[in-house]
């Protein structure tokens, strides 16, 4: 007997649990209150997709259009997690691909991600699909006051 079918589906508002729950699996904490208040906040033309199966979501992808004055306009991959349990099944290929949709429906040439210097296993499965690496950066953070 096989895996049961994967739903990929736009986000709603009962997902915002879940999608904290995934996000902690890769260090970001946030809890579904957070989650809800950011999915609000986010741009309209942003887009967020969850993967559910057996009404359990199991993965999910942000992607967001970037505009910028020295490269061309893109999709930017914002996050994608898939539960550790459920990967290796094609869940993120397909949300992967929900991403490459994006881009087209936008207008724009390519897809963009980020992912951490730490996650060889997740820069095998970008190149399996065809992504390549364009750079290597540090990423430098500052408080401020509100």
Same mark, same amino acid.
């Given at each position: 007997m096989g895996d049961p079918a994967v739903l990929i589906r736009a986000v709603g508002a009962s997902d915002? @649990? @879940?999608i904290a729950e995934l996000a902690d699996q890769f260090g970001y $904490? !946030?809890?579904a209150g957070d989650i809800e208040r950011r999915l609000a906040d986010l741009? &309209? =033309?942003d887009e967020v997709v969850v993967a =559910?199966? +057996? +009404? $359990? &979501? &199991?993965g999910w992808i942000h992607c967001a259009l970037a505009r910028s004055l020295v490269v061309e306009p893109h999709a930017l991959t914002q996050g994608i &997690?898939?539960? =550790? !349990?459920? /990967? +290796?099944r094609g869940i993120g $290929? /397909?949300?992967m691909a929900q991403a490459e949709d994006f881009a087209r429906r936008h207008g724009v040439g390519y897809v963009r991600l980020r992912s951490g210097s730490q996650r060889a296993d997740a820069h095998r499965f970008y190149e399996s699909l065809g992504y390549r690496t364009s750079k290597s950066q540090q990423v430098f953070v500052r408080d401020v006051e509100p």
């Open positions: 915002c @649990a @879940a $904490r !946030a809890s741009p &309209v =033309e =559910e199966t +057996g +009404g $359990r &979501v &199991v &997690v898939v539960d =550790e !349990a459920w /990967r +290796g $290929r /397909r949300l």
